[in-house]
Every structure is written in structure tokens, then in C-alpha cells.
């Protein structure tokens, strides 16, 4: 490995990872990879190269299984890739199923939303529960396949008091509803891991129904729901193709035992290795690793504040003020949630540049918090007639000189 000079290192990795490549690539691929890491060569900085081959062979890999599924229709796919690096703010009026289908997989870096709440609003209304459950599980099946691998979801859902309507459409119906235990079960039959619940606080209660007309006797006293979860999932999906040691870039290496389900880790075999133990063992890596160990940078940084305030999983924010003294609605939705929400999600799983998706956008805060913070934020909307006034203004009046793109599908 000392004879390698830095301007022959990508000469190195070429023939050291031909034999793997000619495997697994079919001719035309693996001319269609040389073409994309041929500007590498001219780099003279060892780890700057083996950091570019890396990139461009998980980019490859990728695009290559987007094409083994590729989608119908590419309007919406480059529609989101479409001025990108300007950081602006990406509208789709649509049915979220409709336009998830349409969407490359693995196309997503991260997905923060707040679905409807079953029956909870006029725009949101199923015949009974388990229709409610079945839509937003189809829903999120398709989140899951758009979603790129070792990322995150998070979901926010409150529990709701009203009737299934499975056994009686009466007054005697009326029930606590766990949305949250119904969503963490679908999630996991998704493939989705639960990972995290944060409790949310909205804080002191204004009724007073639990007080129950008055009756301070047993039996009759009920708390008042004054929280909301933000359900945290990542999609961990066993993938057995091999990935470069980030040390030496090297593709021989070996399976090694799995780091967690559905995460292959592997160790690299190469002897030459710059990183090898004491014992002889090469360095141990997976592909979750390799994006998380690679990507501390310093616009990524997270202040000391940020993580002093989600250091606990139960948080205390005010719920967002939507009606003035006038009994105005001054958002123009009914259901908005705080900036914190979605500020701590892309804060803390997702990277600058990345693309940060909600397929239930309302007052479009995920996609407002994700371009301030240096990503693409992307919101699917279905009722354009209804909030697209409200949201064109809030996202006006919280981001600076972003550009809206829209489109209709």
C-alpha cells in the first residue's frame, strides 16, 4: 500500500475492486459507473478520493435499483430535482398516494408529517375507523419505499376521543381512541423500527370536561388529552451489496455480524489496509456508518441549545396560535403544529442539501423549516382550493427570498 502514490490511488481502486464490480455490474453499468468517478483521478488528496469513489458508488447503486423500479411517470421526480440547489420550496397539489407512487424510490431523505386525525376535522371524515387506518397505511407503505435506506419518519399523531363506528354509531360509541398504539403496530408490519416516542406538552387545558358537571365521586373523573406523539421510525433495510471500506476504499471485504435488524455490516479484508487492529482485523463498517461517520461536518452541527432541549422524551411546547382576538384564523389552517417540531427533525436526521418530505404539507411548516435550514423542502397537498392562499403566505412570511415551485398532479 506505501507504493501507492497519491496520484496513482484511484488506478489502485480500480483494479483492486474489478474483480467485485464485473460481478455484480453488467457491461454497460459498469462502463456508465467509470464515466462517473473518471474526474476523481485527477484528485491528488488519498482520502479525498476514496471519500468521491464512496459517494458516487452509493449514488450509482442507488440509481441503478431506481431504474430496476422505475416509476411511470418522472414529471414529479423532476420536478423535486429541478433547481435544487437553491433550496426551494417544492409544492405538489395532490392525492399523497397518488403522487408517492410516482416518486423514485429511495428518492427521500427524510419524511416529517402529521396525517389527519380520524374524523377530527371537516376535511377528514371516514365511514369508521379500520377504512381510516387501511388509507394512511397504504400511505405510508409508499413512504417507506421512497424513503432512502437508514432514514428516519417522523410522525406526529394525537390519540382522539370520538366513536369507531365498528359496533354503534351512537353517543355510547364515543371512546378514547389510541391513534399512536393503532399507527407504532402498522409501522412495524410496514418493516418500519419504532424507535423513539417524544411527548409533547401543548401544556394547561382551557376545558373543563373533565370536571364532568360537577361530580367529585368515583367513576367520574377523566384527564383532559393534553399531549400529542412524535413517533420516531427508521427504515432499516437488509441491502447485501458490498460498499467500500471508508478507509481504504477498498470492495474486499466480508460480511461481519449484524449491527442492528435489518443493518449488514461488514469488515474489510484488505491486508493493506490503512486501519487495522491490533488483532489483524480489518475495519468495521456498514452502510449506515459510512453516511452517519462521514457526514460530521460543520454546517450539520447541532447547538448545545437544540439538544438541551430535546434531551428529554417528554417536551412542554405551546401549541401554535392560529385565532386572534377577532376570531380570525390567521394561518388559514385548522391543524397547524409548531416550528420546533419539524426544526428538531431535520436538525437531527438529515443532512444540508438533503431532500425533507410531508405528504399531509396543511400549513407546509416541514418544508418551510427545511429550507431555512439549508435542505429541499418538499409538502404534497390535497386540498389546493382550500390552503393554498394561507400557505403561499406563511411560507412568505417565515423564509427569506425562497422561491415556491408548484405543480398539480
Not at 447503486?61 to 418522472?74: A, C, G, S, V
Not at 421512497?146 to 366513536?163: C, Q, S, T
Not at 406523539?229 to 437488509?238: A, G, Q, R, V, Y
Amino acid at each position: 500500500m506505501e507504493l501507492v502514490t497519491k496520484t496513482t490511488y484511484f488506478e489502485f481502486l480500480i483494479s483492486e475492486n474489478r474483480k467485485y464490480l464485473e460481478y455484480v455490474f453488467s457491461k454497460e453499468e459498469l462502463t456508465g459507473f467509470y464515466s462517473r468517478i473518471i474526474d476523481i483521478k485527477n484528485i491528488e488528496d488519498k482520502n479525498e478520493v476514496i471519500k468521491k469513489y464512496t459517494q458516487e458508488y452509493i449514488r450509482f447503486i442507488k440509481t441503478k435499483r431506481q431504474h430496476e423500479y422505475q416509476t411511470d411517470n418522472n414529471e414529479v421526480n423532476d420536478f423535486i430535482s429541478n433547481n435544487k440547489e437553491n433550496k426551494s420550496i417544492k409544492i405538489i397539489w395532490g392525492n399523497c398516494l397518488n403522487v408517492l407512487q410516482k416518486l423514485n424510490s429511495e428518492s427521500v431523505n427524510l419524511i416529517v408529517t402529521s396525517p389527519p386525525y380520524y374524523n377530527a376535522r371537516e376535511y377528514s371524515q371516514w365511514e369508521n375507523l379500520n377504512l381510516y387506518l387501511e388509507e394512511i397505511k397504504n400511505i405510508i407503505k409508499e413512504c417507506y419505499r421512497v424513503l432512502e435506506n437508514h432514514r428516519v419518519f417522523v410522525f406526529n399523531i394525537g390519540d382522539v376521543f370520538g366513536n369507531d363506528n365498528l359496533k354503534t354509531k351512537s353517543s355510547y360509541g364515543k371512546r378514547r381512541l389510541p391513534l399512536s398504539a393503532y399507527f407504532i403496530k402498522i409501522f412495524e408490519e410496514l418493516d418500519f423500527t419504532f424507535v423513539d416516542d417524544f411527548i409533547w406538552d401543548k401544556g394547561e387545558v382551557q376545558s373543563e370536561r373533565h370536571k364532568n358537571k360537577g361530580n367529585p365521586y368515583p367513576f367520574y373523573q377523566y384527564p383532559m388529552n393534553c399531549y400529542e406523539h412524535l413517533l420516531i421510525f427508521h427504515k432499516h433495510k437488509i441491502d447485501d451489496m458490498r460498499y467500500p471500506c471508508p478507509v481504504c476504499g477498498s470492495l474486499n471485504v466480508n460480511n461481519n455480524s449484524k449491527s442492528e435488524i435489518g443493518i449488514q455490516s461488514w469488515e474489510c479484508k484488505n491486508l493493506e489496509c490503512f486501519n487495522r487492529s491490533v488483532s489483524n482485523r480489518g475495519k468495521r463498517f456498514s452502510l449506515k456508518t459510512i453516511m452517519t461517520q462521514g457526514n460530521k461536518t460543520t454546517d450539520g452541527f447541532i447547538n448545545e441549545e437544540i439538544v438541551k432541549k430535546w434531551r428529554r422524551d417528554i417536551i412542554k411546547i405551546n401549541p401554535v396560535i392560529k385565532i386572534n382576538n377577532k376570531g380570525e384564523n390567521t394561518l388559514g389552517h385548522t391543524a397547524p403544529f409548531p416550528n420546533d417540531i419539524p426544526e428538531m427533525a431535520v436538525r437531527f436526521f438529515s443532512y444540508p442539501n438533503d431532500i425533507v418530505l410531508d405528504p399531509f404539507a396543511g400549513s407546509f411548516t416541514t418544508p418551510i423549516m427545511a429550507s431555512n435550514l439549508n435542505r429541499t423542502g418538499v409538502g404534497i397537498e390535497l386540498n389546493k382550493n382550500m390552503f393554498r392562499d394561507s400557505a403561499i403566505k406563511n411560507i412568505t412570511a417565515k423564509t427569506n427570498n425562497t422561491s415556491v415551485d408548484e405543480i398539480d398532479l
